[in-house]
């Protein structure tokens, strides 16, 4: 299957299931109010972006001049970080910065600058569970290719690429022009895409912000960012059932927060019984393996996105361990044997 249907079909299913449910969070007003309930209205767009569906959904009055100009400028937003930091578009500058690998100091962009300390970081206090220099490696598996893998990479190949890989094995400095990379050789290139996402989310959100508009949701492929509520009602998201994906496990109301499921799921391949996907061991090279899903709530969509991987490749104890040890952040996993697993906090943002 070509790239863009393995990711639009797993897109459209957690994108429709999110906006069914907002569908329902109707406010029910009678009698005093009603005409004010009456006059409002979820203003939305949907267009597919970053590989993944993208709506952006704003509740405001119907006669509202202004709301669909702000909507197309968050959408412009994201446009805009997709032709910034997606790897496997023709002419991006992560791409251009790739290129200079193992040729000595690169220029790094202030803003790839700021994706990139946030995804070391991540990697740091995760003991090296989200490692954005597995670009290489995320290559040979060919999950973003037009032609979905059908085998796992050359064993041989596979090692070279992970040995290369690793946060140590980049430096950054700063210059007198700004900030500089260096890779330690060809074999190790730059991959945001496990926080890419996030950070667009982000930037869009805080674009609707800016305008004035404070009940949002900013959905992309399932992975969200929310603010306010429609009506006399919080916004709903559901958490999508990771073997049954027109289903879900639970629906969560989590106020002004992010939410985003990491799963294997998304983009994967079966050989010799065996599922193989995207989301890799960066100690071992290969998919993850122990937990089939994981779900982060944090404050912004670029910690949750992050982290949401990061606590997957953990597995339950140490995921769950993570999670609980950074201020604002809750999580839910769930196992190979589908029993789920949360933190001590997650169970307070579910909803009835």
């Known amino acids: 299957m070509a790239r863009g249907g393995v990711r639009w079909l797993r897109g459209v299913t957690a994108a429709l299931l999110t906006l069914v449910l907002v569908a329902g969070c109707d406010s029910g007003k009678k009698g005093e109010g009603e005409a004010v309930a009456e006059a409002m209205t979820v203003h939305h767009v949907t267009e597919f972006l970053m590989g993944t569906v993208v709506d952006l959904s704003v509740y405001a009055r119907k006669d509202d001049p202004k709301v669909q100009g702000a909507i197309q400028a968050a959408m412009d937003e994201i446009r805009r970080i997709e032709a910034l930091m997606t790897p496997w578009q023709k002419q991006t500058p992560l791409k251009a910065l790739n290129a200079a690998a193992g040729q000595g100091w690169a220029p790094l962009s202030w803003e790839i600058g700021q994706v990139l300390d946030q995804a070391l970081l991540v990697d740091e206090i995760s003991g090296g569970s989200f490692d954005p220099t597995l670009g290489k490696l995320n290559q040979l598996w060919g999950f973003s290719n037009d032609v979905a893998p059908t085998a796992p990479p050359d064993p041989d190949r596979l090692q070279v690429l992970l040995k290369s890989a690793g946060r140590t094995r980049i430096a950054i400095r700063q210059a007198p022009s700004g900030r500089e990379i260096r890779f330690a050789d060809d074999n190790l290139w730059l991959d945001l895409g496990g926080i890419a996402k996030g950070y667009a989310i982000d930037r869009a959100f ?39 994906e027109d289903d879900v496990i639970g629906v969560v109301s989590v106020g002004d927060r992010a939410v985003v499921t990491s799963g294997d799921y998304e983009r994967f391949f079966m050989y010799e019984g065996k599922r193989y996907h995207h989301i890799l061991d960066p100690h071992t090279g290969y998919s993850s393996r122990g937990v089939i899903s994981a779900t982060v709530i944090a404050p912004t969509a670029t910690e949750a996105d992050a982290l949401s991987t990061a606590v997957f490749v953990l597995g339950i104890d140490k995921g769950l361990a993570l999670a609980e040890g950074l201020l604002g952040v809750e999580a839910l996993l769930i196992d190979e044997d589908q029993k789920i697993y949360r933190t001590t906090g997650f169970g307070r943002f579910m909803a009835d």
Do not use: C
């Open 206 to 244: 805080e674009t609707l912000r800016a305008e004035g508009y404070d009940n949002i949701i900013v959905n992309a492929g399932g992975d969200v960012r929310l603010h306010g509520q429609r009506g006399d009602r919080p916004w709903r998201i559901g958490i999508t059932d990771p073997r049954q």
